[in-house]
């Protein structure tokens, strides 16, 4: 006798998939969430696609970068994270924040190398604003 999907996956509300776009393989727990009724917001890679062409975007909320932006941007070694940084005051006070210790006062320092991975040559592009 097998488990259904519900009772695997008992209580999400929302199911993030938030890989950017042609950097992720994907498995199908996401698949599963979205047939018991659960909300997927993430980005349009793999099996996203699929969930998009299959139950229609009116179950699927997808936001950030396709896969063709991902690779332009990488081929045109265009990204720059300070660029966003400078630019737009909310990142920078994320950023800022974050760097401050206001999240870890007991261990300062602790997120120091997650902000210089951001804020270096991420190929993940964390910080990416598509207009």
């Avoid at 909300?39 to 099996?47: N, P, R, S, Y």
């Avoid at 994270?81 to 005051?89: A, I």
């Amino acid at each position: 006798m097998g488990m259904r999907a519900e009772t695997i996956f008992p209580a999400a509300d929302l199911s993030e998939q938030i890989s950017t776009a042609g950097k992720e393989a994907s498995g199908t727990g996401n698949m599963k969430f979205m047939m018991n009724g659960v909300l997927t917001i993430g980005t349009l890679d793999v099996a996203n696609v699929e969930m998009l062409e299959e139950a229609g975007s009116d179950n699927i909320f997808i936001f950030g970068l396709k896969t063709e932006e991902v690779l332009s941007i990488k081929q045109s070694n265009s990204y720059n994270p300070w660029d966003y940084y400078n630019d737009n005051s909310e990142i920078r006070k994320i950023i800022d924040a974050v760097k401050s210790n206001i999240f870890s006062p007991q261990e300062p320092g602790i997120f120091d190398d997650l902000v210089d991975r951001i804020m270096g040559s991420d190929e993940y592009f964390p910080i990416v604003n598509p207009a």
